[in-house]
């Protein structure tokens, strides 16, 4: 079994690996749920660890439906990555009707390649999730991480469940959203997942010691929270330690 943890900033990645974390999806923007980081952030974080680094490759926020100019982005941070030497990338594309957008997916996949691929939490916004599995299968992607279509894996333990038979270790399927470590060894033994995705984050306010007294605005950051990610680990059933 194996645990991926988000970082939205360099320590974090430093926690990830320091606690023992298996992968980090590196992602910048935490209020938009995760958008591409920059290549000096990319490159920072390849050079100072060792374990699997995912980049997210999702230009902006908002939805998964990508203009012709938006795909080109894509595309370039696409060959960023593998010429920095990340592990993998993370993404996903729907179309406007809430299908996968599959020929953009594929040609994403062969860009990337040798690098894996997960295709994200678009996913949860498909409108047939079990016709979503079998394009996201024909696309060529590694896993799919997933909350069930609800808006965390707990609440989506029963979809969950039905999207790794059907998987029939096809693909990997991930839980992510709300995993945390007093609910992962019972979506874990419900659904049968051997991955799972936990931002596991803490909000940090910041080191500054000034701070203007007409600024009413939180200066803070997200960092990932050490003690919870060593608790997760701890409580992932017993053949994932």
């Known amino acids: 079994m194996l645990l991926e943890v988000i970082a ?12 023992g974390a298996h992968r980090i999806e590196l992602c910048d923007n935490p209020g938009e749920g995760g958008t591409t980081p920059s290549y000096g952030m990319i490159r920072q974080a390849r050079k100072q660890t060792t ?5 997210i490759i999702r230009p902006r926020g908002g939805d998964f439906v990508y203009s012709d100019d938006e795909f080109d982005i894509m595309k370039a941070d696409l060959s960023i990555c593998k010429t920095l030497g990340c592990d993998g990338v993370v993404l996903g594309l729907l179309d406007v009707t809430g299908n996968i957008d599959v020929a953009r997916t594929r040609e994403l996949v062969r860009i990337a390649y040798p690098m894996s691929v997960t295709f994200h939490r678009a996913f949860d916004r498909a409108n047939d999730p079990t016709k979503a599995l079998e394009d996201v299968i024909a696309c060529g992607c590694e896993r799919v991480l997933t909350s069930g279509q609800h808006e ?6 029963q979809l969950i469940n039905e999207l790794i038979v059907k998987a029939d270790e096809r693909i ?14 019972e979506i874990a033994t419900k659904t049968g997942a051997k991955e799972f995705h936990s931002s596991a984050r803490k909000s940090h306010p910041g080191i500054s010691a000034f701070s203007p007294p007409t600024m009413n605005e939180a200066a803070g950051t997200v ?3 050490e ?5 997760l680990l701890e409580a992932m059933p017993s053949s994932s330690k």
């Open 8 to 19: 939205f900033n360099l320590e974090s990645c430093l926690i990830a690996e320091r606690s």
């Open 51 to 55: 374990i699997a680094l995912f980049p």
């Open 152 to 157: 965390t894996a707990y609440a989506g333990i």
């Open 172 to 185: 990997i399927i991930m839980p992510g959203s709300g995993v945390r470590s007093d609910n992962i060894a």
């Open 223 to 225: 960092l990932l929270d």
């Open 227 to 231: 003690e919870e990610v060593k608790k």
